[in-house]
């Protein structure tokens, strides 16, 4: 059986024949939600029969479940080899947020990342990814609410380590038969893998960029996130500036403040000597400590002090909510734990 959820519109229809059985199947699981093809109705029995047996259109079994006080949802959910895929529901006031992830675990080692000490085990399909966001899109919204949602790719996982899976991925989520989502509702988190940045520039649909930063010099950087010693700030910060931006957009840097660390005054003013001529947003992420992290949080005032320089030097600079802490779902928090 072939999974539904790994294929592009365009090439379903090179294997269906008539070819607009593509986009009437794409209609019916994405739109209309069927659980089962024998209830496309407009195809005859002897159709849906035939397609049952090759496409399996079955979202992944529920490992486990968590619920935050805060509304957050974590789930565990169990790929085709028993591999589990991480994904995180937050829901909010005026749009809520599907965190999906693109690997199982993570190559790039940052020091003040639990999903960072688990190591690679594999990249995601792009149907494994496609399915984590129907997952939380069925088991949070309503009917009136079901398109009320963007995507990130801030999971498991650095998305351009697995550049062609996670464009497919993302390509089948913008397709106007299928969940039509519109670019500018998915934002996909990279730490700066900088050949891949700029293919995704080169790229005909572009998500939002989110650079994960985290560290204003490159010494800092470097023992923060290793992969810097591979691309240093300067080229990543030059990519940055090449990027293709629409009107009014901008790119996001997630900095995680680090008590003693990341979080000084000095730290802020090089971040916005860094920034400078970038049309940027900061969110800050104090961090959400773990027993396994060497790492504290800084204090309150540490905190709107630190976003205070950065918005009294005109960059838009956000504090991040702290959520699903209490279920391990929060930024940095990923690490498949199943209590
Ligand atoms: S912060 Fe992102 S890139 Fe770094 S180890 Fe964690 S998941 Fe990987």
Redesign the pocket.
Known sequence: MKSFFDYERPELAATLHPSFRATQLFKAVYQRRVENLDSITELSKGERAALASEWDIRLPALYRRFESVDGTRRYLLQLADGELAETVFIPEETRNTICISSQVG?????T?????QLGLTRNLTAGEMVTQVLFAQRDNLSEEQIDSFNIVL?G???PLHNYDNVMKAIRILHDKHGLNMSMSRMTL???GLLPAIQRLAAEPHIPNLAI?LTGATNTKRNEL?P?NRKYPLEELLAAVRQFPLKHRQRVTFEYVLLKGVTDSLEDAQNLVKLLRGIRAKVNLIPLNEADELDYRRPSEMAIQRFQQVLIDNGIAAYVRKNRGNDISAAC?Q?KKMVV
């Open positions: 993570c190559a790039l080692a940052c003040f990342c639990l999903t960072g801030m498991m996982g650095e988190s990279t730490a994960s996130m992969i940095g990923l």
